[in-house]
């Protein structure tokens, strides 16, 4: 066994070979913490991620440098019908590099579904609560409280509360913020407590390898046992530089409810009930603008530090599913989002410091899949069901409102033709049937479900440890697992399944 | 608020599909036609060298960024025209490292705008010899297409042209944005 460390694989000039107890794909929050914990138990591991090793020092704050950077696609992932805009990270450190930093653990309710409807076992609320209470320890989970709020989120807590609807400080894992408010761009002061930061330095100094710019391009397996992963190293133009190929005892996919699933697909495993890839939900969402006569300039300080809960209930069939945030982009963002072109975006644009941007994320029952194309690339499929449309109309709506009792002079809701209300009664005489996918413009940050766990293998593509059903030692550690949407930011309930599930994994890979 | 009722919906799924296929078989016919009709007589200036798009692409990107990001004042020196900070040129380097199937749709498009277009917006004429109101009809008309892969393709043209011309720091001031905290200049970026 070598001792840890980060490896380039830009800098590779050979080929490589590799024969560890496991290897890792992908270095968000569930590989990372997949990663540590195998490293921990003194296994020999290393982890593939096919995106760039960056650091604080790398991430400038500038949108047009770092979403080629830390975004799959450039940040121009979409869903086959370009329906939806995915924003997915890239890179080591996953999607724990550019979020903003939301914690939230998997709610009671969710479980005891998955428990009850999907066959999940071992993972009851109080089964995972050891798992939630170490990760959140580790990331220093703590509430953000009033004088961390922005003007953004001010607002939207006064709406809220003059609506007498429900609402709440939410939990970041942050330690040392400068309230810059690049957040989503990478934090350039080391203030994020995430994958970057904790876990995977943890890793390293347990005796892990990650290397970056590697590409885990399929897994291999005799249809019933993984014996390894065949991965080419690129350069940073994305041009092969070597081939890696790793054999292992135990494969962990952790490269996202996407690119796992893809991954999977390519690799051709045995998948005999047809249900890997299966299953996505994307949580998608849309923003609603309100323009103010006082200064916002919501692009300052702590995003998404206040939620409004007033339209969320996790009970199953439920009506109200609809998780609302703020939404703040900076110009490029913010510019591609504004309705129409030309000079009358340019003058939309101008009230920019003065408007107030909250969002509405459906917890969606849309099951969409990932499959791939001819080149193996992801291609996603979601076409949104009629009650997930009508959850994102009532969102909107419900944004608008949040806004109008917060004091806004106008709302826009983004669509073509923009809506454009100034009171609650115009807002309650909008017809709402414009709001659907392509007329409106959606985005998602948390792909879910392709790989569901259950004991069921005629439902489910992996067991409630987390290993396939049909190839033994190959696991899951992503938001894969998820039998159904989770109603908010994933990053926790990820980090908690990755350690929870990790006895299971380690036991694999010693042979046992 | 109001809600449209579900009714008639698989009779609008049909037709929608249907009109879908028209628009892709419209889309590559604009990609044929810019193939087979007219490629030639777009100049790109100077010695430019161009990452990705062929000459007449890049023509075509100059016209609609120019009105995509058309100043809100005419005349008013301080607004950086979308030629000043390049966005034609930035949209080649971008687009050169995307994916192809991307890089594909997106050529189709354009030849789509560049000739089909402006036909179904009621012009007899290329959309980059048209007026710049003209333009503005034609972009319009397909910002607010009823087939969803043509509105599609208009946002997505749009986002990059905002990247393009937002990226640059001489913009951020008509919007109020005092820029990145790092690496700032002593009397700020705007």
Same mark, same amino acid.
């Given at each position: 066994?070598?001792?840890?460390?980060?490896?380039?694989?830009?800098?590779?000039?050979?080929?490589?070979?590799?024969?560890?107890?496991? *290897?890792?794909?992908?270095?968000?929050?569930?590989?990372? *913490?997949?990663?540590?914990? #195998?490293?921990?138990?003194?296994?020999?591991?290393?982890?593939?991620?096919?995106?760039?090793?960056?650091?604080?020092?790398?991430?400038?704050?500038?949108?047009?440098?770092?979403?080629?950077?830390?975004?799959?696609?450039?940040?121009?992932?979409?869903?086959?019908?370009?329906?939806?805009? *995915? #924003?997915?990270?890239?890179?080591?450190?996953?999607?724990?590099?550019?979020? @903003?930093?939301?914690?939230?653990?998997?709610?009671?309710?969710?479980?005891?579904?998955?428990?009850?409807?999907?066959?999940?076992?071992?993972?009851?609320?109080?089964?995972?609560?050891?798992?939630?209470?170490?990760?959140?320890?580790?990331?220093?989970?703590?509430?953000?409280?009033?004088? %961390?709020?922005?003007?953004?989120?001010?607002?939207?807590?006064?709406? +809220?509360?003059?609506?007498?609807?429900?609402?709440?400080?939410?939990?970041?894992?942050?330690?040392?913020?400068?309230?810059?408010?690049?957040?989503?761009?990478?934090?350039?002061? /080391?203030?994020?407590?995430?994958?970057?930061?904790?876990?995977?330095?943890?890793?390293?100094?347990?005796?892990?390898?990650?290397?970056?710019?590697?590409?885990?391009?399929?897994?291999?397996?005799?249809?019933?046992?993984?014996?390894?992963? %065949?991965?080419?190293?690129?350069?940073?133009?994305?041009?092969?530089?070597?081939?890696?190929?790793?054999?292992?005892?135990?494969?962990?996919?952790?490269?996202?409810?996407?690119?796992?699933?893809?991954?999977?697909?390519?690799?051709?495993?045995?998948?005999?009930?047809?249900?890997?890839?299966?299953? #996505?939900?994307?949580?998608?969402?849309?923003?609603?603008?309100?323009?103010?006569?006082?200064?916002?300039?919501?692009?300052?300080?702590?995003?998404?530090?206040?939620?409004?809960?007033?339209?969320?209930?996790?009970?199953?069939?439920?009506?109200?599913?609809?998780?609302? !945030?703020?939404?703040?982009?900076?110009?490029?963002?913010?510019?591609?989002?504004?309705?129409?072109?030309?000079?009358?975006?340019?003058?939309?644009?101008?009230?920019?410091?003065?408007?107030? *941007?909250?969002?509405?994320?459906?917890? /969606?029952?849309?099951?969409?899949? +990932?499959? !791939?194309?001819?080149?193996?690339?992801?291609?996603?499929?979601?076409?949104?069901?009629?009650?997930?449309?009508?959850?994102?109309?009532?969102?909107?709506?419900?944004?608008?409102?949040?806004?109008?009792?917060?004091?806004?002079?106008?709302?826009?809701?983004?669509?073509?033709?923009?809506?454009?209300?100034?009171?609650?009664?115009? $807002?309650?005489?909008?017809?709402?049937?414009?709001?659907?996918?392509?007329?409106?413009?959606?985005?998602? +940050?948390?792909?879910?479900?392709?790989?569901?766990?259950? &004991?069921?293998? &005629?439902?489910?593509?992996?067991?409630? @440890?987390?290993?396939?059903?049909?190839?033994?030692?190959?696991? +899951?550690?992503?938001?894969?697992?998820?039998?159904?949407?989770?109603?908010?930011?994933?990053?926790?309930?990820?980090?908690?399944?990755?350690?929870? #599930?990790?006895?299971?994994?380690?036991?694999?890979?010693?042979?046992? | 608020?109001? &809600?449209?009722?579900?009714?008639?919906?698989?009779?609008?799924?049909?037709?929608?599909?249907?009109?879908?296929?028209?628009?892709?078989?419209?889309?590559?016919?604009?990609?044929?036609?810019?193939?087979?009709?007219?490629?030639?007589?777009?100049?790109?200036?100077?010695?430019?060298?161009?990452?990705?798009?062929?000459?007449?692409?890049?023509?075509?990107?100059?016209?609609?960024?120019?009105?995509?990001?058309?100043?809100?004042?005419?005349?008013?020196?301080?607004?950086?025209?979308?030629?000043?900070?390049?966005?034609?040129?930035?949209?080649?380097?971008?687009?050169?490292?995307?994916?192809?199937?991307?890089?594909?749709?997106?050529?189709?498009?354009?030849?789509?705008?560049?000739?089909?277009?402006?036909?179904?917006?009621?012009?007899?004429?290329?959309?980059?010899?048209?007026?710049?109101?003209?333009?503005?009809?034609?972009?319009?008309?397909?910002?607010?297409?009823?087939?969803?892969?043509?509105?599609?393709?208009?946002?997505?043209?749009?986002?990059?042209?905002?990247?393009?011309?937002?990226?640059?720091?001489?913009?951020?001031?008509?919007?109020?944005?005092?820029?990145?905290? $790092?690496?700032?200049?002593?009397?700020?970026?705007?």
């Amino acid at each position: 066994m070598s001792g840890g460390g980060f490896v380039r694989g830009r800098d590779l000039s050979q080929d490589l070979k590799l024969e560890v107890d496991a *290897v890792v794909i992908g270095t968000g929050a569930g590989g990372s *913490v997949a990663l540590r914990e #195998l490293a921990r138990a003194g296994l020999d591991v290393v982890a593939l991620e096919e995106g760039a090793w960056l650091t604080s020092r790398d991430f400038d704050q500038r949108e047009d440098h770092m979403l080629p950077q830390l975004f799959q696609d450039m940040g121009g992932r979409a869903t086959e019908d370009m329906a939806i805009r *995915v #924003l997915q990270g890239r890179g080591v450190g996953g999607s724990t590099v550019h979020n @903003t930093n939301l914690c939230k653990r998997t709610p009671d309710a969710i479980l005891d579904l998955w428990a009850r409807k999907y066959g999940v076992a071992g993972a009851s609320a109080a089964e995972l609560r050891p798992a939630f209470e170490t990760i959140e320890r580790d990331l220093s989970v703590s509430e953000m409280t009033a004088p %961390m709020r922005n003007a953004n989120n001010e607002l939207l807590r006064k709406g +809220v509360t003059s609506l007498g609807w429900r609402g709440g400080p939410l939990q970041h894992n942050r330690v040392g913020c400068q309230q810059s408010g690049y957040c989503e761009l990478g934090c350039a002061y /080391d203030a994020k407590q995430n994958a970057l930061k904790v876990m995977l330095p943890q890793a390293v100094a347990a005796g892990a390898r990650v290397y970056a710019d590697v590409e885990a391009v399929r897994l291999l397996h005799d249809g019933e046992r993984v014996t390894g992963v %065949m991965a080419v190293a690129r350069a940073a133009d994305g041009t092969p530089r070597a081939w890696v190929d790793v054999k292992a005892r135990v494969v962990v996919l952790s490269a996202s409810a996407v690119g796992s699933a893809a991954l999977a697909r390519k690799s051709r495993l045995p998948d005999p009930h047809g249900q890997l890839g299966r299953g #996505l939900r994307l949580h998608p969402g849309a923003a609603v603008a309100g323009r103010f006569d006082g200064t916002i300039e919501g692009w300052h300080g702590i995003p998404q530090s206040y939620e409004c809960t007033e339209h969320l209930s996790f009970e199953e069939g439920s009506d109200a599913r609809v998780w609302i !945030v703020t939404a703040f982009a900076h110009p490029i963002g913010t510019a591609a989002t504004m309705p129409g072109f030309g000079a009358a975006h340019m003058a939309s644009m101008r009230a920019y410091p003065n408007i107030g *941007v909250l969002t509405a994320m459906v917890h /969606d029952e849309t099951r969409g899949e +990932v499959a !791939v194309d001819d080149d193996g690339r992801p291609v996603l499929r979601y076409a949104m069901t009629e009650p997930d449309r009508r959850q994102l109309a009532k969102g909107l709506a419900a944004c608008a409102r949040i806004l109008l009792a917060a004091g806004a002079r106008e709302v826009t809701i983004p669509a073509i033709p923009p809506r454009r209300v100034t009171t609650t009664a115009e $807002l309650d005489a909008l017809d709402l049937s414009f709001v659907r996918p392509h007329s409106v413009p959606l985005t998602a +940050v948390h792909p879910m479900g392709t790989m569901r766990m259950g &004991e069921n293998p &005629e439902t489910s593509v992996v067991r409630s @440890t987390g290993e396939h059903h049909q190839v033994r030692g190959l696991f +899951v550690a992503d938001g894969s697992l998820f039998p159904t949407s989770l109603g908010g930011p994933p990053q926790i309930s990820i980090y908690s399944f990755a350690l929870h #599930l990790a006895p299971h994994v380690i036991e694999r890979a010693r042979g046992t | 608020m109001r &809600e449209a009722s579900g009714q008639g919906r698989r009779v609008r799924l049909t037709r929608r599909r249907l009109i879908q296929a028209g628009v892709a078989a419209a889309l590559v016919l604009g990609g044929s036609a810019v193939a087979v009709v007219r490629t030639r007589g777009y100049v790109v200036p100077g010695d430019r060298r161009l990452a990705f798009f062929s000459p007449w692409q890049f023509v075509v990107v100059q016209h609609a960024a120019r009105r995509i990001a058309a100043p809100d004042r005419a005349g008013d020196a301080a607004i950086p025209t979308a030629d000043d900070v390049d966005v034609a040129g930035f949209m080649d380097g971008w687009i050169a490292r995307m994916q192809p199937g991307v890089r594909r749709d997106l050529g189709r498009f354009l030849g789509y705008l560049e000739h089909l277009a402006p036909v179904g917006a009621g012009f007899a004429s290329r959309f980059t010899r048209l007026s710049p109101a003209d333009q503005d009809t034609v972009l319009a008309s397909v910002e607010a297409a009823s087939s969803d892969l043509l509105r599609a393709g208009f946002d997505g043209l749009k986002s990059l042209v905002f990247m393009g011309y937002y990226r640059d720091p001489r913009t951020w001031g008509i919007v109020g944005y005092d820029g990145p905290l $790092l690496n700032r200049p002593a009397g700020g970026w705007r």
